[in-house]
Every structure is written in C-alpha cells, then in structure tokens.
C-alpha cells in the first residue's frame, strides 16, 4: 500500500481526474504556500495568504474553486480579480489547465485595454469562472452584464498590489455585490495595514497563512559587483557579454534608467527592450511576446512593471539597481533558477547603496558574495543577439485565425520546417509569430496568405 505524504496532491480531497490531471501537467508535490493553505481551503475556510509570484499560489486557488464549482450550472460560480492584464491573462490561462479534468469550464477575461464589446458579447453566451482587473468588472457589474448571484468564491489575487494602483474602492464595491455565504481567499505578496482592513470589511474568520520569502541558495547562484554609478550601465552589458545567459530580466529602480539602459545595450548590440509604466497595452504586450518568444535577450524593468510576470526558465536576474526593500530582492532574484533549474542573479552596487546590502544579508541570513568587475571577458564571439525575430500580422481570433493555421502556412505552403517557427500567439486582434533569425526577411516578404485569406506581416524590430 502506498502512503501518500502530506505535500502529495493525492492527500487532498480532489477528485480522480484532477489528480490525474495534476499529475498529467507535472505537478508532482505541492508547494509550501499550496501546502498551507489547500487542506483549509478545500473545507471552505477564508484564507489570507501571504506569497510571492512564482509560489504556486495560482493552483492553491484554481483548485480550490474548480473544487467548489458545479460544471452544470451554467452561471459565473467564481471571480479572480487581479491587478493587471497581464496577470489576469496567466492566470486564465492556468485555470484552464488545471480544469482541463473537467468538461467544458468556461473562463473568461475582463480587463481593461481589450473593447468591451466582444466581452460583452461573450458573457451573453455564459461563464463559469471570470478573471478580471478590477475596473472592468466594476464597469460590467454596472452594465449588469455580469451576475453574481450564484457565486461560491472570490479570489483577490496580489492584493496588495491592487491596493496600490488604488482599487480599494472598486474591490470593496465588487465584493457588496457577491452573495454574502460565499468563500473568500487574499493572495498577497506583502501584508500593507489596507490588507486588514480589507479582510475585516468582508472576510469570515480568515486563516492567515504566511510563507518565508526565501529561495534554496543552490538553485541561485548570487553574485554581487561593486561599480561607480558612471559606470552602472556599462557594467550590465559587460555581465552579459561575460556570461552570455539565453534570456535576462534586469532591474532597475526608475523608468528613465530603463530606457537609458536599454539605449546602452543597444549600441553594445544586445538585443534588448524595456517594460515600464509610461508604455500603452499594446506595445506592453508586444514587449512580452517577444520577450516570451525568444526574440529579445534582455528586458529592462521597473518592479511595478515587472509585478504579476511569470517567465518560465529565466536564465539570469540582473539588480542594475540595489532596492532598497530587501523582500523586493528576495522577489527579484526568486524569477530564476524555478522548478528545479539553475538561476544567476548578478548584483551591481555603489558604496552609496551598501546599507541596503546590508538590509538584504540581513534578511537572506548570508554575507554576499563580491567578485570584481574586472574578472568580466567577453566570452563566445559576436553580439547577444535573441534566436529569434517576431512578426506581426493584423488579425486575430476575431478574423479566425488559429496556431494551426500559421503552422500551416509556413510549412505545408512556404517550406519551412517545424524547428524554424517558434511560439505562435493569437491574440483577439493580432497574431504574433516567432521565426528563426537567419529566415525572418525572407518569411515577413513571402507570407502573404493564411487560410485562404490575404495577410501582411510585419518585422518587429528593436
């Protein structure tokens, strides 16, 4: 007989198909927060929860409403509000994953920057879950395009950062507007006293679980430099070429850093771009496509633009900037070295910055370790130029184009071979594709056509 241990999902009360499921997408053992809170959860306990992204908060609430969701009721039976588009879209996207094990769960997105009136289309058609930000819900619950009177649970994901972008309001409002015998769970990566008074407005008895911020020192390898801020900017590209790592995340603390940064890497020709909050949605979203897609080494970001991005195997995190809140270096370096891989978190720092280092050892509970800048030579030969070039083609789901069929029209049509196309993103306007380098000229001229219908793409570029 096999005894099942207490962080194996099968020492849950889920059902066999979504262990099956589970086990089908490679979640082999549950995470600490995922630990801490299921067991509660899935009695139908209130949680508070305090986690970073990247703790396998997402499945401790996917599955605790797939668990309490009737999948022949067609009627919205659970509501996430989450921060940002971005955030909100990951986190639809793992709700349909893990629902998978069921028949014909229906989620749908509502945020901002997307027009309403395909939205509003949707719902008429009928959901059982909604992922949303919170400003757009407002707008439909005032609409009364949404209804929430058969709803079992409601999901404030990264609360705290809803809190700073000034939602209190909107998410107070939202919840007066959801049956009282309800279940509510609070992920939060931080604890701000607007947590509490959140919690006491309309949680019952809330359990507050909280998971150290800490990652296993061997999945991250920590290194720190010491620079003069002249020589900051320099320094990062010098990292690069040194350790030349497939894609980095580097941080700095302001926006104007950001583009200063990227403007140096760009003449040391490093393919890179920057993800701050002066962007519009749409070229925030094709900053992520082709950061996602391997069409862009580096992306330079603010942490509030950095907030709610999951990016699976992150090779390397760069501080550009010591932060001054040591748990927001706990979170920065936390982005790599996931699921068992390797990570490297290079640091740079001025003697103006070194209280601050002494916040985050204080925290980490381990000295820094310091290497001198001079030890950096470019290593393997030419620039640090992505593998990959994204086009852009007007049209999207709404024109009915699907992956399928820009496979298709690359291989079966123009020749290319599977292993020269990368992902393939079809958005509700715009299709995005990821093409070898060496080819990307020569596909941008010649795909004219998919699915019998005439398209244009185009190079983006840097």
Known sequence: MTVSSPTDFAS????????????????????????????????????????KTGSGKTAAFALTLLANLNPRRFAVQSLVLCPTRELADQVTLEVRRLARADDNIKVVTLCGGVPLR??????????HIVVGTPGRVMDHLERQSLQLDAMNTLVLDEADRMLDMG???????????CPKERQTLLFSATYPEGIAKLAAQFMR???TVTVEAQHSGGQIEQRWYEVKDKDRLHAVGQLLMHFRPASTLAFCNTKVQCRDLVDVLHA????????????????????????????????????????????????????????????????????????????????????????????????QKQESVWHPLDELKPTGSGPLLAPMV?????????????????????????????????????????????????????????????KGKNVKARLLED
């Open 12 to 51: 849950l009360p889920l059902s066999p198909a979504t262990l099956a499921n589970l086990v089908t997408l490679g979640y082999q053992q549950m995470t600490p927060i995922q630990a801490a809170s299921l067991p509660a959860a899935l009695l139908g306990k209130d949680i508070i929860a305090q986690a």
């Open 167 to 177: 939602f209190f309001d909107d998410i107070v409002k939202v919840a007066r507007q």
């Open 390 to 450: 994204t086009l852009h083609i007007q049209g999207g789901r709404k024109e009915k184009i699907r992956p399928g069929d820009v496979l298709g029209a690359l291989t079966a049509d123009l020749g290319y071979t599977r292993e020269q196309v990368g992902k393939i993103n079809v958005n509700e306007w715009s299709t995005y594709i990821a093409v070898d380098r060496a080819i990307a000229e020569q596909v941008a001229n010649r795909l004219s056509r998919i």
């Open 268 to 363: 040391q020709g490093i393919s890179a771009l920057a993800l701050h909050g002066d962007l519009e949605q749409r070229d925030r979203d094709q900053v992520l496509v082709r950061f996602a897609n391997r069409s862009c080494s580096v992306l330079v970001a603010t942490d509030v633009a950095a907030r709610g991005l999951d990016i699976a195997s992150l090779a390397a995190v760069i501080n550009v900037d010591v932060t001054p809140d040591p748990e927001v270096h706990i979170h920065r370096i936390g982005r790599t070295g996931r699921a068992g891989e390797s990570g490297l978190a290079l640091n740079l720092a001025s003697l103006d910055e070194m209280g601050s280092v002494g916040r985050i050892e204080q925290l």
């Open 118 to 127: 395909g939205q509003l289309a949707t719902l008429e058609h009928g959901a």
């Open 205 to 207: 008895e809330p359990l």
